[in-house]
């Protein structure tokens, strides 16, 4: 036999519940409050906490850990009708079995229950011990079922070391879930130092990574630390890692594998404990496949993969994420009065964002530059544009555009002719911008060295 306990100040979800989960084997307890919440706890000794959020004097976060410090394997799963992603991933990372909507209880609550029971028959024996709270500084929005799965990973893995691949289209937030990952962590008080791989000129990325020596390469007028050596206990985030070469790629094997390393030019060994968290937004397992990436090295940072839906696929986040970004432009602005107008959050409600949350960003950060009033409208917002694309008098997508959101596409449906399609496109790109590669890159989307590659010719 089983116990349930459940903490709401509902009677009628209390009642519900009850009934929806008692049975043969499973007992259930209800509990309308903190106090008698707690009491139950150490009088029926549940195997498992079903606990409303929203509590007083101490919300369910404080009740999480009172209970685990009692039994440190006791299930809990919280619940509430919005729950905030600070909330969602603390409890994660406290050990919560799961956070879930209230609004999805009724199809949720009881696979949900099922596996919470079996897991703690399977774990009677396994020590689990809670963490200190860990405050979150920065804000992420995300209501949608895509996000809040999101949150309760990133709590998952804080509390381990494991290396994370952070994949998704350019501007879904790939850097604010590694930060994320770093806070949440032990090593939060130790460095967070993010590369952007493509960024770097390849020729300079090793001993950026790495460091040198000095005399070790044409330039190089003094000794180096690079950032393994620098972020030494702490957190790297390899951003763009589908961009770096494979030397390189060979050398951040052996670190991971063995934790060292060897300074550009120098013979010394030496150490360093990095957790690495990479991220991207190309297909790492085609270019394994196609020889452009290490398999051994995909698979040490494929450990554990989080992937966030481009946004389009995750409206219900698009109204939270645009009132969050006006709120925090009115504070900069110093501006209160700042509104969105119903016909603009339709208007962004139906917008596909190609350019993901970095597009709604910028394009109320520019709305707010440029708009006349206080009160947002849907004309104020220049959707489908970007900074270097012409004006459109018949308001169809820019050619860039209409190639960016056709990219996407045979990317995510990793379709076989990608390649051609890529060739193709960029040489097209390319005679459009007047065989300026820059601007090419920039009209495809991509950064100049993934387009380089790009427009590279290929052996099939
Ligand atoms: N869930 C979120 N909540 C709040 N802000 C977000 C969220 N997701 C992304 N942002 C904001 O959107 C912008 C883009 O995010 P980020 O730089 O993490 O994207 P990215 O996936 O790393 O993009 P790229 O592939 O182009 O590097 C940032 O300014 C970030 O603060
Ligand atoms: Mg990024």
Redesign the pocket.
């Known amino acids: 036999m089983q116990t349930i306990l459940i903490i709401d100040p509902e009677s009628d979800f209390l009642e519900w519940a009850q009934r929806h989960l008692s049975n043969a084997e499973v007992s259930v307890h209800t509990a309308p409050g903190v106090e008698d919440g707690l009491k139950q706890f150490t009088k029926v000794k549940p195997d498992l906490v079903i606990t409303e959020f929203h509590l007083k004097p101490v919300n369910g976060i404080e009740l999480l850990k009172r209970f685990r410090q009692q039994d440190p394997q006791v299930m809990v799963v919280l619940s509430t009708a919005f729950p905030p992603t600070n909330a969602v991933i603390e409890s994660m990372k406290l050990g919560a079995f799961d956070f879930l909507r209230k609004e999805s209880l009724p199809y949720d609550l009881r696979p949900v229950v099922e596996s919470a029971l079996a897991t703690r028959e399977a774990s009677r024996t396994e020590k689990l011990a809670a963490d200190p709270a860990v405050d979150l500084g920065d804000?992420?929005?995300?209501q949608s079922p895509a996000?809040q799965a999101v949150f309760k990973m990133i709590g998952r893995v804080s509390r381990s070391d494991a290396a994370v691949m952070?994949t998704?289209?350019?501007?879904?937030?790939?850097?604010?879930?590694?930060r994320a990952v770093q806070r949440f962590s032990a090593r939060s008080a130790k460095e967070f130092v993010a590369i952007?791989c493509a960024a770097i000129p390849e020729s300079l990325l090793e001993s950026e990574l790495f460091g040198h020596e000095k005399g070790s390469f044409t330039g190089a007028t003094a000794q180096r630390v690079g950032r393994f050596e620098q972020c030494d206990g702490g957190t790297l985030f390899l951003?763009?890692i589908g961009e770096m070469p494979m030397h390189v790629q060979t050398k951040i094997l052996r670190v991971l594998q063995e934790g060292e390393f060897s300074r550009v030019g120098g013979n010394e060994t030496l150490k360093t404990d990095v957790r690495i968290i990479a991220?991207t937004?190309r297909n790492l397992e085609r270019e394994v496949e196609r020889g452009r990436f290490r398999e051994d090295l995909f698979y040490r940072l494929n450990v554990v993969r989080v992937h966030?839906p481009p946004l389009r696929e995750r409206p219900e986040?698009i109204r939270p994420?645009a009132l969050?970004?006006l709120q925090r432009l009115a504070k900069k602005k110093n501006n209160s009065r700042l509104r969105f107008a119903d016909d603009a959050l339709d208007l962004m409600e139906s917008y596909n964002w190609p350019g993901?949350?970095?597009e709604?960003?910028n394009t109320l950060h520019r709305a707010v530059v440029l708009a006349r009033s206080d009160v947002l409208t849907a004309g104020d917002l220049p959707l489908g544009q970007n900074s270097s694309a012409r004006p459109n008098e018949d308001n169809a997508p820019s050619v860039g555009d209409a190639i960016r959101i056709l990219l996407s596409t045979a990317r995510e449906s990793g379709s076989p002719a990608l390649p051609w399609i890529e060739r193709r496109l960029a040489a097209e790109a390319l005679s459009q911008a007047g065989g300026e590669a820059a601007a090419a890159a920039q009209a495809l989307g991509c950064k100049p060295a993934a387009f380089k590659r790009l427009s590279a010719p290929q052996e099939e």
């Open positions: 804000v992420m929005i995300g996000m952070i998704g289209e350019s501007g879904c937030g790939k850097e604010v879930v590694a952007n951003d763009e991220a937004n966030l986040d994420l969050f970004f993901n949350v970095r709604l960003e």
